[in-house]
């Protein structure tokens, strides 16, 4: 791909979308600002200033209190704040753009269908890389096999990550390119899939296994990271996402949105949270780093994996799995490696953000918060991330020391027939239970999880007041009494979820003071009915003023790496 060009493309589009530091009014709108409570104010338009952050919010019939330099007519369409993802992995979906796209495939013979079709279009890469497979899409009852794949590419190494990345699948080739044979034993937190009746390695790694041919491929290009960056950035602005929390940042991932903010690029907001204390450390030093590029890139803390996924049944369960008996996850972390960690991190005021999805975990996650409160205390906002299953005795306590219960509406949806198997019907009385968190005073940040889940907030509001796939299924919804209202919902996705990662009172509502990052929309989510929640589309997207996406003209409205 030529970027001179898309740089050159980008910047004729930029220069005609909207004037760059100026007084600007926004008239003409159907305006909604929301808070954290889900209160409700509605305008008719805005005065931006020129760095970009709203100085006025006007009702109809009112007039600017300051000389204006332009005037945009909204067109009376829907404005709403710029959605926040509270919960996604910035480089991988942007690299997940570069390789194979397992996501959506419905059958084993479908996604073997499309492997040996990229295969073949790619005869002299070294290895074939891909992701977003799910078992359990299949019907298949079980793993695909190592020799599932060599019947479709066998001369060279394949390696393809579950949807949750909390698997990989390989053929013949990459289980040797990786040593790993009847005589591996499983890593600490990893298990190998192993051929029934034996110890010959079947062609699945979960977990903490997975490094052992992870690490055996050639890394990707810092031009490949440029352009995997630019690609996420599109994506995610073309649904309307403004800001983000991205989850597991690297080294590598950091410096790239660094070069990316340097050469005048970044638009998205990107709260960071390291993939370990040590990558923390690295970047951050001594304490979280500084707002840079008005406010579009911080490090905020770390991120520490406590257990796997249901999917890979790696999630760590206080009882065995309804559907494995004698397995009850994988722990990723000890209690003492978990309160020693979280410790490092509090003690130069990072944030800490756990990954715990079973109800062990969420139960391990919770006490050490209780008793590392004691020690640490002021405004903490420990973070649980994704909350899936919870004990219903263990509810109460999302409701203490300040804990952000940062979940992804759309799991529920995909997961819960999938749940129901893992652990019965008995055990989910804590699932995905968003209304029994707010009602014990905790708070909800939404989000994607993409590239798991796809980059779609308006499908997690939908799902968030219906508990309801697209399809209407199941009707009424899914354990209903869970659900909860679209203003709740929608402040789960904006002002709670630039709360979640301490960007109050710079972005995340629409109020003087605060970045003019907002949304034009097609209909109004909060009258619209709750099934065609999904049918609304982003028509714009902006950013400090700034229009950055636009639907009419079907390609970015942002400059891109040069060459």
């Not at 009702?59 to 509270?86: A, K, L, M, N, W």
């Not at 977003?132 to 299949?138: A, C, D, P, T």
């Not at 020391?401 to 999938?418: E, K, R, Y």
């Amino acid at each position: 791909m030529n970027f001179a060009r898309i740089a050159a493309t980008c910047a004729a589009l930029f220069s005609f979308s909207t004037p760059v530091l100026a007084d600007t009014w926004i008239d003409n709108v159907d305006g909604i600002s929301i808070g954290r409570d889900g209160t409700i104010d509605r305008f008719t338009g805005m005065v931006i200033d020129e760095d970009g952050r709203i100085s006025e919010l006007l009702d109809f019939g009112d007039r600017p209190t300051r000389e204006i330099d332009y005037r945009v007519d909204g067109e009376g369409r829907v404005v709403v704040p710029g959605f926040i993802d509270g919960h996604a992995h910035l480089m991988g979906l942007g690299l997940g753009t570069l390789v194979l796209d397992l996501s959506g495939t419905t059958s084993l013979s479908e996604a073997l269908g499309r492997i040996e079709a990229y295969a073949a279009a790619y005869p002299d890469r070294p290895w074939i890389i891909g992701r977003g497979w799910n078992q359990e899409l299949w019907g298949l009852g079980r793993f695909p096999t190592a020799a599932d794949l060599d019947a479709v590419v066998s001369d060279r190494p394949v390696w393809l990550e579950r949807v949750d990345g909390h698997a990989g699948w390989a053929n013949t080739m990459a289980l040797e390119a990786g040593g790993v044979t009847a005589r591996s034993t499983d890593p600490e937190g990893g298990r190998i899939e192993r051929l029934a009746g034996s110890r010959a390695p079947a062609g699945v790694l979960v977990d903490a296994a997975m490094p052992m041919i992870a690490e055996q491929i050639p890394p990707p290009l810092p031009e490949d990271r440029d352009m995997a960056l630019y690609n996420a950035q599109n994506l995610l602005l073309s649904y309307g996402i403004t800001a983000m929390a991205d989850m597991g940042t690297t080294v590598e991932d950091w410096m790239t949105i660094r070069r990316a903010g340097d050469a005048g690029w970044l638009q998205i907001r990107v709260m960071a949270y390291a993939d370990s204390v040590d990558t923390m450390l690295l970047i951050g030093g001594p304490r979280p780093t500084e707002w840079l590029y008005e406010d579009r890139l911080r490090l905020n803390g770390v991120k520490l994996y406590l257990d796997g996924a249901l999917g890979s049944r790696g999630a760590l369960l206080l009882d065995d799995y309804e559907d494995d008996h004698g397995n009850r996850g994988l722990p990723l972390l000890n209690g003492t490696q978990l309160r020693n960690l979280m410790s490092r991190a509090a003690l130069d005021n990072f944030q800490v953000a756990v990954h715990a999805i079973g109800d062990a975990a969420n139960q391990e996650a919770l006490t050490a918060i209780e008793e590392l409160s004691e020690d640490y205390t002021g405004d903490r906002r420990w973070r649980i991330e994704h909350a899936q299953i919870v004990s219903p005795e263990d509810i109460a306590r999302f409701g203490r020391n300040g804990i952000i219960a940062s979940m992804q509406p759309v799991h529920q949806t995909s997961d819960m027939f999938m749940a129901e198997a893992r652990l019965g019907d008995d055990r989910l009385g804590g699932a995905y239970a968003w209304n029994s968190i707010l009602d014990v005073g905790g708070t909800l940040a939404f989000g994607t999880d993409a590239p798991v889940e796809p980059v779609d907030p308006l499908a997690g509001l939908a799902v968030a007041v219906t508990r309801m796939n697209a399809d209407g299924a199941p009707q009424g919804g899914w354990r209903a009494e869970e659900a909860i209202s679209r203003e709740q919902a929608l402040a789960a996705y904006t002002a709670n979820a630039a709360y979640a990662g301490f960007a109050e009172g710079r972005f995340g509502r629409l109020v003087p003071g605060e970045r003019a990052d907002f949304v034009f929309l097609s209909a109004d989510p909060l009258l619209v009915g709750s099934q065609e929640i999904r049918d609304i589309r982003v028509l714009e997207t902006w950013i400090a003023g700034q229009r950055v996406y636009d639907a009419d003209l079907q390609q970015p409205v942002i400059e891109g790496p040069g060459e």
